[in-house]
C-alpha cells in the first residue's frame, strides 16, 4: 500500500523560532513536493525535489528551504518562523505524475 | 488569472442525487487529478487522467485537453461524499507541476 507520513501532525512554534518538518514515502518515487493549504485557497506549491540534492522553487518558496539527502525522505525547513507562515503543509510524491500526499501537518506560529 | 477555474465553490445534494463538478483551464494541461478532502482533512485520490474518461463506482471523470476542461460526475450521492473536492491541473512541460483550483465544498444531506 502506497504511504507518505509526514511528522508531526501538529505543532505550535513561537515567531522567530526554527521549524523542521518531515515527510517520508516508501515507494521509491524520485519526485516530491511540499505544498501548504490556507482555508479557502486550493493548495500552493512551495518547493519540488527530482531527486537526492536537485531542488527546485515552487511557486511561494519565499521564507522556506528544503533537504532531500535520501530519495525516501523530504524536509522543509522555517528559519525564524512568521505568523503567516501559520497553516497547513503537505507532503506529496510521485514517479511519473499522478502525486500521492500524507496527512499533513497542521502548523501555528504565535 | 487563475489557471484552474473550479465550479461551483458549493454544492448540496440530498442522499441519492446527482451533479457534475467542472474545472476549466486557460492553457493546455497535461493531466489532471480529482481529489477530495475528507472532514480529518486527508486529501484522497480519486483520479488521475492524461486523457479520456476514467469510472470508479458512483464517480466518473472525463478530461479533455483540446477544449481545456474536466468534470467529476457524483451519482447516487451519500453522505460519506461530504467533503471538498479539489482538481489539480499539470502544465504541459512543468515537469509534474500541479496547479490546484480552490475547491468545491459539497454537502451531502438526509
Known amino acids: 500500500d502506497m504511504k507518505v507520513t509526514q511528522m508531526p501532525r501538529y505543532l505550535i512554534k513561537r515567531m522567530g523560532e526554527n521549524v523542521l518538518l518531515e515527510c517520508g514515502q516508501d515507494m521509491s518515487h524520485e519526485t516530491m513536493y511540499w505544498y501548504r493549504q490556507d482555508p479557502g485557497l486550493g493548495l500552493q506549491l512551495i518547493y519540488i525535489?527530482?531527486?537526492?540534492?536537485?531542488?527546485s522553487e515552487g511557486d511561494i518558496p519565499k521564507g522556506y528551504r528544503v533537504s532531500r539527502k535520501k530519495r525516501e525522505h523530504f524536509s522543509l525547513i522555517l528559519d525564524s518562523a512568521k505568523t503567516n507562515q501559520t497553516s497547513v503543509y503537505f507532503c506529496?510524491?510521485?514517479?511519473?505524475?499522478?502525486?500521492?500526499f500524507g496527512p499533513g501537518t497542521r502548523l501555528t506560529v504565535l | 488569472g487563475d489557471q484552474v477555474e473550479q465550479s461551483p465553490s458549493a454544492l448540496s445534494l440530498h442522499e441519492g442525487t446527482g451533479s457534475a463538478l467542472r474545472c476549466n483551464f486557460t492553457t493546455t494541461m497535461r493531466a489532471v487529478q480529482w481529489f477530495q478532502q475528507n472532514s480529518r482533512g486527508s486529501l484522497i485520490n480519486l483520479f488521475y487522467l492524461a486523457s479520456g474518461t476514467k469510472e470508479n463506482g458512483r464517480l466518473k471523470s472525463t478530461f479533455n485537453s483540446k477544449e481545456s476542461y474536466s468534470t467529476l460526475h457524483i451519482r447516487d450521492a451519500q453522505l460519506e461524499d461530504s467533503g471538498t473536492y479539489f482538481c489539480?491541473?499539470?502544465?504541459?512541460?512543468?515537469?509534474?507541476?500541479?496547479?490546484f483550483g480552490k475547491g468545491t465544498l459539497l454537502t451531502v444531506t438526509p
Open positions: 525535489s527530482y531527486d537526492v540534492d536537485s531542488n
Open positions: 489539480a491541473a499539470e502544465v504541459g512541460g512543468s515537469n509534474y507541476k500541479l496547479t
Open positions: 506529496a510524491s510521485s514517479w511519473t505524475g499522478e502525486q500521492y
